[in-house]
């Protein structure tokens, strides 16, 4: 079992959709959570960053943590053709060393 | 601010030859910057961990004479892959962080092409 899963998708919603990606995890000592909006050919750029449980929104963007659940959910309001890219959930414990999930390639249509 | 800078964007080479890829921090100092390498519909894999004034940590299976790291500077860190082949053939992203719990931050990859 990987220690992040992430379903890869492609995820495909029409224009003004909610979209909710997700992770889960099997490391409870995971307590910095991250999401990533990466598009092709180019770095992954941080998206949103908590610390333990709860929920963090910023935006159209709105991050939730469970860590009774190890699940940790991306929100995506009102969505727009840009958004379309590939988002990656990425944790860590106390260490340096970020665990990353596969990436889920969402494409937003008109 | 924490911008990461990664140079050069694209780079074709010859087997054989090397290439280095820099990795710089603009805005921020940082002890310690990861090398990162994407295989297309791939996630990131961590290659290794550099740390200024010392030696990289490298992850298993990672050839440390291969994938030579130097990280000279609190702001620069240096990939070279030595006796490039075709395998050797992807995507380089280098990471940083501003301090300890700061998330990191990647600059915009390295797209290597050995023929």
């Known amino acids: 079992q990987k220690e992040v899963e992430q379903d890869p998708g492609p995820l495909s919603v029409p224009e003004g959709a909610i979209v909710s990606l997700n992770c889960t995890y099997s490391?409870?000592?995971?307590?910095?959570f991250m999401w990533y909006r990466q598009y092709s050919r180019k770095g992954p750029e941080l998206l949103m960053y908590?610390?333990?449980?709860g929920n963090k929104e910023d935006g159209r963007f709105t991050a939730q943590v469970d860590k009774s659940s190890k699940y940790i959910s991306l929100f995506i309001r009102d969505s727009q053709p840009s958004d379309s890219a590939t988002y990656l959930c990425?944790?860590?414990?106390?260490?340096?060393?970020?665990?990353f999930g596969t990436g889920t390639r969402l494409q937003v249509f008109p | 601010g924490a911008v990461v800078s990664q140079h050069p964007s694209r780079v074709i080479c010859k087997s054989g030859t090397s290439v280095k890829i820099e990795c710089r921090s603009l805005?921020?100092?940082?002890?310690?910057m990861f090398w990162y390498r994407q295989f297309p519909k791939q996630s990131l894999m961590l290659m290794a961990t550099?740390?200024?004034?010392?030696?990289?940590?490298?992850e298993q299976g990672v050839e440390k004479d291969k994938f030579l790291i130097n990280h000279a500077s609190l702001t620069l860190s240096t990939l070279t892959v030595t006796s490039a082949h075709p395998e050797d053939s992807s995507f380089y992203i280098c990471?940083?962080?501003?301090?300890?719990?700061?998330?990191?931050?990647f600059g915009n990859g390295t797209r290597l092409t050995v023929t």
């Open positions: 990425a944790m860590r414990g106390d260490t340096d060393k970020l665990i």
């Open positions: 550099s740390n200024e004034g010392s030696k990289a940590t490298y």
């Open positions: 990471s940083a962080s501003s301090q300890g719990n700061s998330p990191l931050h």
């Open positions: 805005d921020f100092q940082a002890t310690t």
């Open positions: 490391n409870s000592a995971f307590q910095y």
């Open positions: 908590t610390y333990s449980s």
